[in-house]
């Protein structure tokens, strides 16, 4: 008796609610994303081997351009708009909401608080166009002005726990260096890291 032959089906399967579920996927993730704000400069910073990496939360960072500009700036969007506020009241200026939401978002800056105003009411395009002056920080001479001390002390003061991250440029001079220094051991700062770039460790070299 000859054996019997079962008809084979085509197998198919149906991707549609797949399809569904990726594209809702992918419209929550465009929907979410909290793209990176434009840095107010940009810093080549020297090569290193060290394998230690800075943390990426609670870090108030401190820039220093290849022209001696300073830049500050803090990790944390509700922080910065406290950081602001604390300045403003110990200056005695006064920020609108909106001022203060646009300041929120922006990483990092380098403009004098007697500046500052005027630039956060300008559109994006215009902000894009000027370069920022850099923080004052000289803490000599009859016109001493450093505003990055008010800065480090009132971030502090909105979080107490943040680290601090120096990243200074490949071609930034040291006395500028110095004086961002100086005014973090003035508040009794002496620890913090570095950000440097990466570069491929010499033959035979170990980490501790």
């Given at each position: 008796?000859?054996?019997?032959?079962?008809?084979?089906?085509?197998?198919?399967?149906?991707?549609?609610?797949?399809?569904?579920?990726?594209?809702?996927?992918?419209?929550?993730?465009?929907?979410?994303?909290?793209?990176?704000?434009?840095?107010?400069?940009?810093?080549e910073t020297p090569s290193?081997?060290?394998?230690?990496?800075?943390?990426?939360?609670?870090?108030?960072?401190?820039?220093?351009?290849?022209?001696?500009?300073?830049?500050?700036?803090?990790?944390?969007?509700?922080?910065?708009?406290?950081?602001?506020?604390?300045?403003?009241?110990?200056?005695?200026?006064?920020?609108?909401?909106?001022?203060?939401?646009?300041?929120?978002?922006?990483?990092?800056?380098?403009?004098?608080?007697?500046?500052?105003?005027?630039?956060?009411?300008?559109?994006?395009?215009?902000?894009?166009?000027?370069?920022?002056?850099?923080?004052?920080?000289?803490?000599?001479?009859?016109?001493?002005?450093?505003?990055?001390?008010?800065?480090?002390?009132?971030?502090?003061?909105?979080?107490?726990?943040?680290?601090?991250?120096?990243?200074?440029?490949?071609?930034?001079?040291f006395p500028e260096f110095?004086?961002?220094?100086?005014?973090?051991?003035?508040?009794?700062?002496?620890?913090?890291?570095?950000?440097?770039?990466?570069?491929?460790?010499?033959?035979?070299?170990?980490?501790?």
């Amino acid at each position: 008796m000859p054996a019997v032959k079962i008809k084979r089906a085509s197998s198919s399967v149906d991707m549609t609610a797949m399809t569904d579920v990726a594209f809702l996927l992918l419209t929550f993730f465009i929907l979410t994303a909290q793209f990176r704000a434009q840095d107010a400069a940009s810093i080549e910073t020297p090569s290193s081997i060290s394998g230690i990496k800075v943390p990426d939360k609670n870090i108030m960072t401190i820039g220093l351009g290849k022209d001696g500009k300073v830049y500050f700036g803090i990790d944390n969007q509700q922080e910065r708009m406290e950081m602001l506020e604390n300045v403003a009241a110990a200056k005695g200026i006064t920020f609108s909401p909106n001022e203060k939401k646009e300041f929120a978002l922006m990483s990092n800056f380098g403009m004098p608080i007697a500046q500052l105003k005027q630039y956060l009411n300008l559109s994006k395009e215009q902000q894009g166009k000027i370069k920022q002056p850099g923080i004052p920080t000289d803490s000599t001479g009859a016109g001493a002005n450093n505003e990055l001390k008010d800065w480090v002390f009132n971030s502090r003061k909105a979080n107490n726990d943040l680290r601090i991250a120096l990243k200074g440029d490949n071609l930034a001079k040291f006395p500028e260096f110095k004086n961002v220094l100086a005014t973090l051991q003035a508040q009794n700062i002496n620890k913090f890291n570095l950000i440097t770039g990466t570069e491929a460790p010499p033959a035979g070299w170990k980490a501790d």
